[in-house]
Nanobody, 119 residues
Framework: QVQLVESGGGLVQPGGSLRLSCAAT????????MGWYRQAPGKERRLVAA???????SYETSVKGRFTISRDSAKNTVYLQMNSLKPEDTAVYYC?????????????WGQGTQVTVSS
């Protein structure tokens, strides 16, 4: 099965930066899209940023100009560079990937990584 392993979360002061990483492993034939979602306490999980086909990107309005999603296709890894962080960015961030594996199509989630923005 395809698994996603996330890293890079932590505690940062307002205005600071963090870089999240998510590596996909397993019997991967092709990855069509990868994305980052976040879920704050008491709120629904929402899409933050996505990258499709290796280059086409989309962002939630509140993070445009502050967050950048990128992908290393050779490593099946997606990154989320987060700058100018605000307290409202505090959430658990989840990586998502979909594509084709040797056994069929897949859509899978990472375990989540906590991002806390606080002084």
């Amino acid at each position: 099965q395809v698994q996603l392993v996330e890293s890079g979360g932590g505690l940062v002061q307002p205005g600071g930066s963090l870089r999240l990483s998510c590596a996909a492993t397993g019997n991967i034939f092709r990855i069509d899209a990868m994305g980052w979602y976040r879920q704050a306490p008491g709120k629904e999980r929402r899409l933050v940023a996505a990258i499709m086909g290796g280059s086409s990107t989309s962002y939630e309005t509140s993070v445009k100009g502050r967050f950048t999603i990128s992908r290393d296709s050779a490593k099946n890894t997606v990154y989320l560079q987060m700058n100018s962080l605000k307290p409202e960015d505090t959430a658990v961030y989840y990586c998502n990937a979909e594509g084709a594996a040797t056994y069929g199509s897949f859509r899978t989630w990472g375990q989540g990584t906590q991002v806390t923005v606080s002084s």
